[in-house]
């Protein structure tokens, strides 16, 4: 299977994955893999703002890497205080005009830290979607959208998770079937936590793992921390 198609076709994780992995609720992450039903319009529903496949089986993993992505993007830009009244419309206004699907993972995603969310095409049009918060808006998105490496038809292949403040840990699909590694050692998050679960010391796992133990603890405290 080719980097692409794991990108946009291969389901790698259950919502429950995709919660754990950014530390939110499954409640949440849930209501963003449903369309939304509109009573007062004549729209019936806005699609799902992230993309899912149907699971082999109950439990089994419906979300691709790109499902990912654009849960990453939604949390960043709810901390943002952009509205979801707003997204939603948004989104769907850039597939339906401009043909533009999994917006959010696309390299098409900018900002200018003024009030733009989305600049479409080389004519320059743009898409108002938030009005304020331009200061905090404009450094955590723009942080993050340089953290993106994207593959060759302009859609996310490799992403570093942003609720590591010390660690570089990065989710790339074609990588430890897309759990998050360690990005200087290429271990797997997962596999450090559980070895401290057993009660094994801080420095010998990142000893045997070379990660810096202050990698390890970050790792550690959020795989403990409530989910926002």
């Not at 320059?124 to 955590?140: D, M, P, Q, W, Y």
Request: glycine fraction near 4%; charge should be positive; include cysteine.
């Amino acid at each position: 299977m080719t980097a692409d198609r794991l990108l946009m076709e291969a389901s790698l994780y259950t919502i429950a994955d995709i919660a754990r992995i950014l530390d939110q609720k499954y409640q949440k992450i849930h209501r963003w893999t449903k369309p939304l039903h509109l009573q007062s319009t004549a729209r019936r529903q806005l699609p799902p703002i992230i993309t899912t496949r149907p699971a082999a089986k109950p439990g089994r993993p419906s979300v691709p890497f790109v499902g990912l992505v654009e849960a990453q993007v939604m949390v960043l830009l709810r901390q943002c205080g952009v509205a979801m009244q707003r997204i939603r419309p948004a989104l769907a206004r850039l597939e339906e005009e401009n043909g533009l699907k999994h917006a959010l993972a696309s390299k098409k995603l900018c900002t200018d830290g003024v009030e733009v969310l989305y600049e479409l095409g080389v004519n320059g049009t743009k898409l108002i979607v938030i009005k304020n918060a331009k200061k905090v808006f404009s450094e955590i998105v723009e942080d993050f959208l340089k953290k993106i490496e994207y593959s060759e038809d302009g859609y996310a292949s490799r992403i570093q998770l942003v609720k590591y403040k010390k660690a570089k840990v990065v989710v790339d699909p074609t990588m430890s079937f897309g759990q998050p590694i360690f990005a200087t050692s290429g271990v797997r998050v997962q596999d450090v936590v559980e070895r401290l679960r057993t009660g094994e010391p801080k420095e010998e796992v990142a000893e045997d793992f070379h990660t810096p133990r202050s990698h390890i603890e970050e790792a550690w405290e959020l795989a403990n921390a409530k989910a926002a």
